[in-house]
């Protein structure tokens, strides 16, 4: 039973394989726009001191390593779900005796895994461009941890979105909103340190600082060791929180599930 | 004891209710109504195991609706299904092990995968050892003459490759009941004979099989029962031969004339002319055999040749369509 999820996350990695010329212009933009924040971040830096103390050197490692995990955290890895509610597809995934929605998850792995792999090759192009931090190995392998909990309450996050499809059948604006939102308020365009203390505590406590802000803060060292076990503890919160909302939100749609022209 | 049993099945859909236009749709925003539609209103039917029957009725008739309860991925409303002993919407996994479904209009491959791989998918899926699982994909590779395209991704196949490829998907399981819901839709007619040919040797082997359908040839070519809906209540269900029998009770006689009869006619018949040499006479065999008819026109008019014309089974379920199936009166024999 188990071999028929590896199985389709496998087969999720050789579809994602097909797209070659995606890979290129996905690693191409990403180029670009680390190029593009390092030139904003050095024309913001030229006139002011370090504000919050953070040094230029850490924005920019803030912002490059932010990108790269763009690479994983900006793929909707259940958009399969979205489509088949669209289409109607999904009714042959019932007729099959498989756990449906631990299909849509191992689905999404497999497409991820492809596109984590691609970080490897993209890191090394903005090593090129700009000068990345390095941190120590135990700071890393916190921020690998904390990297790790951020894509499952990310997942958890599109589930959610994708599920609405089961009631509208269409879900675009509200996942660009969302997209925005977990840009702005995920830090991944900014750090959340810069925003008005007033209105830190808020969003520090969203789940959308929990998929970027949290390990990216861990990396750069603003989170210190001592800090880890509750900042980790907030992100693992999200994700029972989230994943129960998924479990209960699936389970409604599944009752009702709409067959269009079926 | 039969291996599919329902009993007054009925599932209803709510709609939300728009007005039209831009307003319609805003205003649906903000106060819904709902529209009950019945898609399935009464059904109890038994079938046994090895049937093979045809499920038809015209569209928006309930067949679909049916057949996705039975599967269990809709939830009745009220009624009871019972599926090779298990209660299809409450053990949903358990019951997918024991059937097959063949949509004519959706496939259960894998779009972006080789035939091939689809297959070997499915063999994890329903964890079919893999020595049957070889047997049975080289029996139907055979039978389906599926080798040409095995290497081929989904999206490539044409139609009839594609159905041929969703029936072997369907089967590899061997489950004990396969749901065909217009499995020749759009098929040229030489695919269509073989998915026909292939549908029989599977019934023949064993296997349950429901086959929706608005191809009556399908039916007539294959099914020994036949359950007609329509408005989600069951109109029909008994054999083909009974439904002719019952419903079928005119025939045409097709006279070719040696000249031409401007004023053709013959007591009691109805007729109506293609050509000048030719005329339909439509008949009630229970009123009149088709000697006597012949007798009476020879006994006025010189022909050629003569022909009859049996009721076709698509005349007939046409015409329960239009005007509803009502228990037609006693035979008068």
């Not at chain 1, 900042?231 to 693992?236: D, P």
Request: glycine residues 8%; hydrophobic residues 50%.
């Amino acid at each position: 039973m188990l071999e028929a999820y590896v199985q389709f996350a496998l087969k999720a990695i050789a579809r994602e394989a097909t797209y070659r010329f995606e890979v290129f212009t996905s690693i191409a933009s990403l180029a670009v726009r680390v190029y593009l924040l390092r030139v904003v971040w050095v024309a913001l830096y030229a006139h002011n001191a370090a504000p919050q103390g953070v040094a230029l050197h850490t924005i920019i490692t803030y912002s490059t390593i932010a990108l790269l995990m763009g690479l994983v955290l900006d793929i909707d890895q259940t958009r399969l779900l979205h489509d088949k509610l669209h289409d109607g597809s999904i009714v042959v995934d019932f007729m099959k005796p498989i756990s449906v929605p631990l299909y849509f998850f191992s689905d999404g792995t497999g497409e991820v895994l492809f596109h984590a792999a691609l970080i490897v090759p993209s890191l090394a192009l903005a090593a090129f461009i700009v000068h990345i931090d390095i941190p120590s190995a135990a700071v890393l392998a916190a921020f690998a941890l904390s990297f790790f909990l951020g894509y499952f309450v990310g997942f958890f996050l599109n589930f959610i979105l994708n599920c609405i499809a089961f009631w509208t059948l269409e879900i675009s604006a509200v996942q660009l909103i969302v997209t925005w939102v977990t840009d702005l308020l995920g830090g991944q365009i900014v750090p959340l340190v810069f925003f008005p203390a007033a209105l830190q505590g808020a969003i520090f406590a969203l789940p959308f600082a929990a998929m970027y802000s949290t390990p990216l803060l861990i990396y750069v060292g603003r989170i210190p060791p001592e800090g880890y076990a509750s900042a980790m503890g907030l992100q693992a919160l999200w994700i029972v929180i989230l994943g129960a909302a998924a479990a209960l939100i699936w389970r409604a749609g599944a009752r009702r599930v709409i067959v269009q022209g079926g | 004891m039969p291996i599919i049993e329902t009993r007054a099945l009925r599932k209803t859909f709510r709609s939300v209710r728009r007005g039209e236009g831009l307003a319609g749709a805003i205003g649906a925003l903000f106060s819904r109504t709902y529209d009950e539609r019945v898609a399935v209103d009464d059904v109890t039917m038994a079938i046994g195991e090895g049937e093979l029957v045809g499920y038809i009725g015209p569209n928006g008739a309930g067949k679909s609706t049916t057949i996705k309860m039975l599967t269990g991925i809709l939830v009745p409303t009220s009624g009871t299904i019972e599926v090779a002993g298990i209660v299809p919407h409450e053990q949903r996994r358990r019951n997918a092990k024991n059937i097959g479904v063949v949509f004519g209009q959706r496939t259960q491959l894998y779009w972006d995968l080789p035939l091939r791989e689809s297959f070997e998918l499915l063999r994890s899926i329903y964890g079919i050892p893999r020595d049957r699982f070889r047997r049975n994909l080289d029996h139907f590779t055979e039978i389906l003459a599926l080798d040409e395209f095995m290497g081929t991704p989904v999206r490539q196949l044409s139609l009839g490759e594609r159905m041929r490829g969703d029936f072997a998907a369907a089967l590899l399981h061997d489950p004990r009941i396969v749901y065909l819901d217009e499995p020749t839709i759009g098929l040229d007619v030489v695919a269509k004979e073989a998915i026909r040919t292939f549908i029989a040797e599977m019934n023949r082997r064993g296997t349950t099989v429901i086959l929706t359908t608005h191809d009556l040839a399908d039916v007539e070519r294959l099914c020994s029962r036949i359950v007609l809906i329509d408005n989600g209540t069951i109109i029909y269900d008994g054999s083909v031969e009974r439904l002719r029998d019952e419903y079928g009770t005119h025939r045409t006689l097709i006279v070719h004339l040696t000249e031409p009869q401007p004023d053709f006619a013959v007591e009691g018949v109805e007729a109506e002319s293609d050509d000048p040499l030719t005329v339909r006479l439509r008949f009630d065999r229970r009123s009149l055999t088709a000697e006597a008819l012949i007798r009476r026109v020879t006994e006025r008019y010189a022909i050629t040749d003569v022909a009859i014309n049996e009721p076709e089974i698509e005349d007939i379920v046409r015409r329960i369509y239009l005007e509803g199936y009502h228990q037609p009166p006693a035979r008068s024999t």
